[in-house]
């Protein structure tokens, strides 16, 4: 469906129209008509649906500008996806002249003050920082209309839970509660039931967002032999950007460092990276200076980077859920997209249950030899050349060609000219520490050492705390 047809004012339009998008999404078509309505609404999507749009759009629609007070919350469990989120309803409220401030842990606390002096009508933040503005009065939750969990099951991981339902309470009641959300846990429908008002559940359900136009492959390879097939298939398919994601923070750390020793521009994000260190890395990442992203399943959260053309899954994820997520960061906006996961032979059974629960046909490969990783190299050199001379981008070498040409054969100054072109990569030497596989039991659920333990989804901020405690809360609000 395109967007004129779902009865949009005209600014708003001009916003769809200015980010270049037409066609509403699934999601977007499902959720804006009861969002504009004012009804309160369950979307359950990933991130790459386009559930922003679903709920910005109703928002911005919403909003008074001439109204000086908080009108709409978006809650976030990430500082990146906090981010993220602003800057798109920036984009979409450019023609409304509404904007929205992003408050996130990790970040100066006096600025942040600075940026919510001028009054924005939409707040995005993350739970922690929030409910540190709300107790310095910098944000004053009464007059808030409308309040957006995205990515709630996340939030819910994570421990945010509890505060969500403080938040919600000091809100008023009258308002207009959207909750996006993967999955739909026990826990979060128990939120649900009791902060919303007869909301309308909406879904795009995984069949679709396993999405067609990724080719999802698996290669069968032991542990200690990883990063070299990774090294491999990074050679093989040369790609323009791609996220490596590891299951722990160590992981990300030593392997990130493992493919720069290999001469490849890659690093490392977790969440015990500074905000700072983050967002440089993400900015790099944004601009190409990196090309490969090595990140655990909770720092890439809220990361939607246009051009990714690849994922490697360098570890198996626990759930079909994150699998689905992780591919899900390339392939987006009609173009295609290629994953790879690595999969020990002990994680076979668990592999299998993933391909069956996403409905998806995953292709298991080899791994290529070097020669092979050789020849595919060279070939691409002697395509880049092949293009300079059909472009005409040699002009004003003739003379020193034809010099070398009297002093080499033909064949010689080619084959130095492709080894000029070839990427000088190097074997891999680091020593990866090992992971445990992810072994399904009987019953189909994941089982190892790091089924249960936070740390290995990339978080491990609550680990070894009960939720509730209050020294929990206090620290996780200093850190959101």
């Known amino acids: 469906m395109k967007f004129q047809e779902l009865d949009l004012p005209p600014y708003l339009l001009k916003s769809v129209e200015n980010m270049g998008f037409t066609e509403a999404t699934s999601i977007q078509e499902k959720v804006l008509p009861v969002a504009r309505k004012g009804g309160d609404v369950i979307g359950q999507a990933q991130t790459g649906t386009g559930k922003t749009a679903a709920f910005g759009l109703p928002m911005i629609e919403k909003v008074d500008p001439e109204d000086p007070n908080v009108q709409g919350l978006i809650l976030t469990p990430t500082r990146e996806l906090a981010v993220q989120v602003s800057e798109e309803i920036n984009k979409i409220g450019r023609t409304k002249n509404v904007r929205a401030v992003a408050v996130y842990g990790g970040a100066d606390m006096g600025r942040q003050i600075r940026e919510l002096k001028s009054r924005p009508p939409i707040i995005v933040a993350t739970p922690g920082r929030y409910m540190d503005h709300t107790r310095r009065k910098t944000i004053r939750p009464q007059s808030i209309r ?6 709630a099951d996340e939030m819910l991981s994570m421990g945010f839970i509890e505060d969500i339902e403080v938040i919600l309470e000091e809100v008023p009641n009258e308002r207009q509660t959207l909750l996006f959300s993967a999955t739909m ?7 649900a039931d009791r902060f919303m008002t007869e909301p309308e559940t909406v879904s795009v359900k995984a069949k679709a967002m396993t999405v067609a136009n990724i080719e999802q492959f698996a290669v069968k390879v032991p ?10 298939f990074l050679d093989l398919e040369d790609p323009e950007l791609a996220i490596i994601f590891g299951r722990t923070k160590r992981r990300v750390d030593e392997l990130s460092e493992a493919l720069e020793q290999q001469g490849y521009a890659a690093a490392g994000i977790h969440g015990d990276l ?3 260190q983050r967002t440089k890395v993400l900015r ?18 809220g990361i939607d980077v246009s051009g990714v053309t690849h994922v490697f899954n ?15 960061r390339t392939g987006r906006a009609g173009h295609s997209g290629k994953s790879y996961t690595f999969v020990a032979p002990a994680e076979m059974d668990h592999m299998n249950m993933i391909e069956k629960a996403t409905k998806g046909k995953i292709n298991f490969l080899d791994v290529p030899n070097r020669h092979q990783a050789e020849m595919v ?4 050199s002697a395509g880049k050349l092949t293009d300079i001379i059909s472009k005409g981008g040699h002009e004003g070498f003739e003379s020193t060609a034809e010099k070398l040409l009297q002093e080499h054969d033909s064949t010689t100054v080619v084959a130095a000219a492709l080894t000029l072109l070839q990427k000088d990569k190097k074997e891999p030497t680091k020593t990866l520490t090992g992971e445990r596989p992810i072994v399904s039991n009987k ?3 994941p089982s190892s050492k790091h089924s249960n333990n936070r740390r290995g989804r990339g978080g491990g901020r609550n680990q070894g705390r009960k939720q509730g405690s209050p020294n929990q809360r206090n620290r996780r609000r200093r850190s959101s």
């Not at 090309?291 to 959260?301: G, P």
């Open 146 to 151: 409308t309040v957006v969990l995205d990515e």
């Open 185 to 191: 846990p026990s826990r979060l429908k128990k939120v």
């Open 223 to 232: 542990e200690k032999q990883k990063l070299s097939a990774l090294s491999r």
């Open 274 to 276: 500074k905000q700072a």
């Open 284 to 301: 790099r990442f944004k601009q190409g200076a990196i090309k490969y992203l090595v990140a655990t399943d909770v720092a890439a959260r």
């Open 314 to 328: 360098f570890d198996l994820p626990q759930e079909s859920d994150s699998y689905v997520h992780r591919i899900g």
């Open 377 to 380: 190299q060279q070939e691409r």
């Open 443 to 445: 019953k189909g659920k």
